[in-house]
């Protein structure tokens, strides 16, 4: 079993920054993928970025060079650096893991979940 918790979303202006982070706790980190996705309101779940053991990162396209996700196995954490965040990017954010080390797209490709963490960017 695998617990997510992340933390840093919030409000802010179209332009600024914020980043998220996502610690794990349960077992083996090192070896598992990490991904971030987001929801908006009234739209369905998408995937934003992951991230594999290997440091091997994939992006969506609409985030790719503002967005940058990263991990530190020594902290069992997962980061997702958001730059020139704009209302689009308003949704919940969250982080899931993948043990089997993949961090394809799909959503079915993720075991575990955490609770995810609002972000609201105002225009």
């Known amino acids: 079993q695998v617990q997510l918790v992340e933390s840093g979303g919030g409000l802010v202006q179209a332009g600024a920054s914020l980043r998220l982070s996502c610690t794990a706790s349960g077992r083996t980190f090192s070896n598992t993928a990490m991904g971030w996705f987001r929801q908006a309101p009234g739209k369905e779940r998408e995937f934003v970025a992951s991230?594999?053991?290997?440091?091997?990162?994939d992006y969506t396209d609409s985030v790719k060079g503002r967005f940058t996700i990263s991990r530190d196995n020594a902290k069992n954490t997962v980061y997702l650096q958001m730059n020139s965040l704009s209302a689009e990017d308003t949704a919940v954010y969250y982080c899931a893991a993948d043990p089997a080390g993949w961090g394809f797209r799909p959503e079915a490709t993720y075991i575990y979940w955490g609770q995810g963490t609002q972000v609201t960017v105002s225009s």
């Open positions: 991230i594999r053991s290997s440091h091997l990162t």
